[in-house]
């Protein structure tokens, strides 16, 4: 069995990720290209793409390859999915790879002026970066700056930025 799922990983069939280093792993070159064009922490991205989408695992990640539970904005064009969420049947961005998750994240940061404030940060400042997506209004937990931190730290995500 073992030997099956290293040759079809070897054959390029898609596997998860496991665990959340191997999240990590797969995913820090796309955040790291994020970063240096957006100047949006990587260790941030990936913590952030990792709580949303539950390590790639989640409902969202595996029909929509959005990882960033980002939900459909009236300015959004592409493809969308409904999922119950906060609110029933809530409308949730869909993307044909994982990478234009990544890069419709960043967007989705940089261009609106809620965010604005976060971009005056040093993108080694994963924890002032938490604390202002948190206080931004990114996600509605009220423990999410110290989820994300915790992820960035476990992790050792910061190696990235």
């Not at 069995?1 to 990590?24: H, I, K, Q, S, W």
């Not at 009220?142 to 990235?160: G, H, T």
Request: glycine share 6%; with cysteine.
């Amino acid at each position: 069995m073992m030997f099956l799922l290293l040759n079809m990983t070897a054959c390029g069939v898609y596997r998860e990720p496991a665990t959340f280093d191997e999240y990590a792993a797969k995913y820090s070159k796309t955040a790291i290209r994020q970063m240096k064009k957006y100047k949006i922490p990587a260790s941030i991205t990936l913590a952030q793409g990792i709580l949303e989408s539950a390590g790639g695992k989640s409902y969202l990640a595996r029909t929509a390859n959005n990882h960033f539970g980002i939900k459909c904005t009236t300015d959004w064009k592409g493809a969308s999915v409904y999922k119950d969420a906060e609110k029933p049947n809530e409308c949730f961005r869909k993307y044909k790879k994982v990478k234009d998750s990544y890069k419709d994240h960043s967007l989705f940061l940089y261009n609106r002026s809620r965010y604005e404030k976060l971009f005056q940060l040093s993108i080694r400042d994963y924890k002032g970066w938490a604390r202002g997506l948190q206080e931004c209004g990114y996600a509605t937990d009220p423990a999410y700056a110290n989820k994300l931190i915790r992820v960035v730290d476990e992790y050792k995500l910061y190696k990235y930025d």
